[in-house]
């Protein structure tokens, strides 16, 4: 099935190129350059990725993909022409699941493109964990891996569709370290490459979500120099 890829970006010669870019590889896509256009437009769920800019008229992307993110499960990868790392690790902490600074080249764009989707066809089709136990429990942590749905103390916890893989994977393998890099390949797929301050951002909302203390955590610990565990 040929994807649908919605181009949220107001300059409108960076968006034809990625469109043109996009539709030789074989993706369908639609452009809108306003900011509150965008947000009506990524609402509507018939776009399976969301390339989404940071600066706007009207909206910005941050404030489109947090009103869309609880309501619409796609891969949202943010374009950025600021180099400042707080409004990466911004958007990060609003649900993107990616970001790529400006300029990149369109091999670059492709592969984050290719990789994200594919990490959510992984999730969709069941496969993005190998476990032979359909349920998960640690603690005060309950994972449910089919229905997706995660808990702590008997009270359901929203997760993104990253933080829910990260867990589950750093629950299956208990009191193993694992490196930011191996993590980022893990989770966010093999053939994806770019910064791998999303694991640190992904882990830090986890704590945030899972920790009684998430300043001095119990479970998710840092191993410094060597990465992250999941503490029994």
Not at 20 to 39: A, R, S
Not at 171 to 179: D, G, K, R
């Amino acid at each position: 099935m040929i994807k649908n890829i919605l181009i949220v970006e107001d300059d409108i010669s960076i968006a034809e190129i990625e469109r043109d870019f996009l539709q030789i590889n074989g993706y369908e896509t639609t452009i809108v350059t306003d900011g509150f256009k965008g947000l009506n437009e990524a609402a509507s769920g018939k776009y399976d990725m969301i390339l989404l800019d940071v600066m706007l008229p009207n909206m910005d992307g941050f404030e489109i993909c947090k009103r869309i993110r609880n309501n619409i499960d796609v891969p949202i990868l943010m374009l950025t022409a600021k180099v400042e790392d707080v409004d990466k690790i911004r958007g990060l902490g609003i649900g993107a699941d990616d970001y790529i600074s400006k300029p990149f080249s369109l091999p670059e764009l492709m592969a984050r493109v290719k990789a994200n989707l594919a990490q959510y066809e992984r999730v969709k089709s069941g496969s993005s964990q190998e476990t032979e136990s359909k349920e998960i429990k640690i603690g005060n942590i309950f994972l449910n891996l089919q229905a997706r749905r995660g808990y702590v103390d008997g009270q359901e916890i929203e997760f993104k569709t990253r933080e829910f893989d990260l867990l589950c994977y750093l629950m299956t393998n208990p009191e193993i370290v694992f490196s930011k890099e191996r993590l980022y390949e893990q989770i966010w797929g093999m053939d994806a490459f770019g910064d791998i301050r999303t694991v640190a951002v992904h882990i830090n909302r986890l704590r945030d979500k899972i920790e009684k203390d998430p300043s001095n955590p119990t479970h998710i610990q840092t191993v410094w120099g060597a990465g992250y565990r999941f503490k029994i």
